[in-house]
């Protein structure tokens, strides 16, 4: 078995924590979440030992393999910000893929990919590092999503859509074939993409137009 240490104690590590039992290799050794008051419950059965700071000793202690259990709602730079930490101390981020995700042969990942129940990843779609494709969400032939890239429950993607780093796909959103997302843009939720969207905006409606600045 493999001894897995989880970062985050929220919702989404709910689902990562059923997706890698359900791979049936993993010991699940803890979750480390920053909040105090978290420290002490459990997640689905899963105890919360700490906080990131436990994270050279378990490494000491022979824990290689982590996952990020923390989700994003359009803001994935604290997501990004844990994956970099790990990576610095040289844990793997294993492969949350669920069994009734489908998955096409010629399709790539990169490094810590989360894929959920239902998700349609289809031919020659190329996924970079800390990519997650949310429930249901569908990623058609030929899409690029760059690093931290994550595709919200039920969004669809059509043909040779790139998604630049950081950029979130909100729930439900559609975007048209051929459509280039720049680096940490929100597309909202239910929005649908027809034009090119420039990088650090926000996008909303239908059809989708920039609706401010991303801040920071």
Do not use: W
Request: with cysteine; hydrophobic share 45%; proline share 4%.
């Amino acid at each position: 078995m493999i001894r897995v240490i989880g970062l985050g104690a929220g919702g989404h590590a709910k689902v990562v924590i059923e997706i890698l039992r359900l791979a049936g290799q993993y010991e699940l050794v803890g979750l480390l979440d920053a909040d105090p008051a978290r420290q002490g419950d459990s997640v689905e059965g899963v105890p919360v030992i700490g906080d990131d700071s436990r994270l050279p000793s378990l490494f000491e202690e022979g824990v290689r393999h982590a996952f990020i259990g923390l989700g994003s709602a359009g803001d994935l730079a604290p997501r990004r910000r844990l994956y970099e930490k790990v990576r610095s101390l040289g844990f793997d981020v294993v492969r949350a893929i669920h069994p009734r995700a489908v998955i096409a042969a010629s399709a790539q990942f990169g490094q810590g990919p989360t894929v959920m129940a239902g998700a349609i990843i289809n031919p020659a779609a190329r996924l970079g590092d800390n990519v997650i494709v949310n429930t249901g969400a569908i990623v058609e032939h030929d899409c690029v999503l760059e690093d931290h890239v994550h595709v919200a429950t039920g969004a669809r993607l059509a043909g040779k859509v790139h998604v630049v780093q950081g950029s979130h796909i909100g729930i439900g959103a559609s975007v048209r074939q051929g459509i280039h997302i720049g680096r940490e843009s929100v597309v909202g939720a239910g929005a649908v993409v027809v034009e090119d969207v420039p990088e650090r905006v926000v996008v909303v409606g239908v059809p989708a137009r920039i609706l401010r600045k991303v801040e920071g």
